[in-house]
């Protein structure tokens, strides 16, 4: 069975940094890219990174230089770090993937297969 597990998350003060970690189970990640998305109460799910199978990156306006996404191939798992941490930065942050042939990453919701079951962020003094 297909499935990405979430691990992370929590409340943390604005300023403040997070790891949230998204590991594969029963598949490799090696051919898939991965994206992470946010949901904030009473709004539609956005992209907030992704992440290619041949490690490009790229990242919303709102999280570029303050998010880092990498991948550990070896360990099957795909990080978003988060720093700097603002109260808009709440939500609700899910992982998912999609085997792709290319070298980039989908920034589409639409485009992904397997999903996490997501975890919570509050950024809250």
């Known amino acids: 069975q297909l499935q990405l597990v979430q691990s992370g998350g929590g409340l943390v003060q604005p300023g403040g940094s997070l790891r949230l970690s998204c590991a594969a189970s029963?598949?490799?990640?090696?051919?898939?890219?991965i994206g992470w998305f946010r949901q904030a109460p009473g709004k539609e799910r956005e992209g907030a990174s992704c992440?290619?199978?041949?490690?490009?990156?790229k990242y919303a306006d709102s999280v570029q230089g303050r998010f880092t996404v990498s991948r550990d191939n070896a360990k099957n798992t795909v990080y978003l770090q988060m720093n700097s941490l603002k109260p808009e930065d709440t939500g609700v942050y899910y992982c998912?993937?999609?085997?792709?042939?290319?070298?980039?990453?989908?920034?589409?919701?639409?485009?992904?297969?397997?999903w996490g079951q997501g975890t919570q962020v509050t950024v809250s003094s």
């Open positions: 992440i290619s199978r041949t490690y490009m990156t």
């Open positions: 998912a993937a999609v085997l792709v042939a290319g070298t980039t990453c989908p920034v589409s919701k639409v485009e992904y297969d397997y």
């Open positions: 029963g598949f490799t990640l090696d051919y898939y890219a």
